[in-house]
């Protein structure tokens, strides 16, 4: 069974910053991709950073290009999100996900983590 588990959220004041942090632990099994997903109330849920370990393809929702920054270590399934000048608009529940079926397949879930930013 894979854990995932998210740290490093809070409030923060609009053009702050916060990183969060994600770590997948458990017994035999692959990681193809890493990533944010975030969701707003009323609003479905959306994929905002993501990065692939084979070729380390990045990917940021365009409201975040310039202002987030995804990293991580495959080795250790850990993945990062450093979210600079940040945005009311960004306030949100963020939840780390993990494809291990598949590059882009994300079907191992964490908790989700609240970030609020006020204005």
């Known amino acids: 069974q894979v854990q995932v588990v998210e740290s490093g959220g809070g409030l923060v004041q609009a053009g702050g910053s916060l990183r969060l942090s994600c770590a997948a632990s458990?017994?035999?099994?692959?990681?193809?991709?890493m990533g944010w997903f975030r969701q707003a109330p009323g609003k479905e849920r959306g994929l905002v950073a993501s990065i692939k370990w084979s070729d380390s393809f990045t990917f940021y929702t365009d409201s975040v290009k310039g202002r987030f920054t995804i990293s991580g270590d495959s080795a250790r399934n850990t993945v990062y999100l450093q979210m600079n000048n940040l945005k009311p608009e960004d306030t949100a529940v963020y939840y780390c996900?993990?494809?291990?079926?598949?590059?882009?397949?994300?079907?191992?879930w964490g908790q989700g983590i609240q970030v609020t930013v006020s204005s």
């Open positions: 996900a993990v494809a291990t079926r598949g590059p882009n397949v994300y079907d191992k």
């Open positions: 458990g017994r035999s099994f692959s990681t193809y991709c």
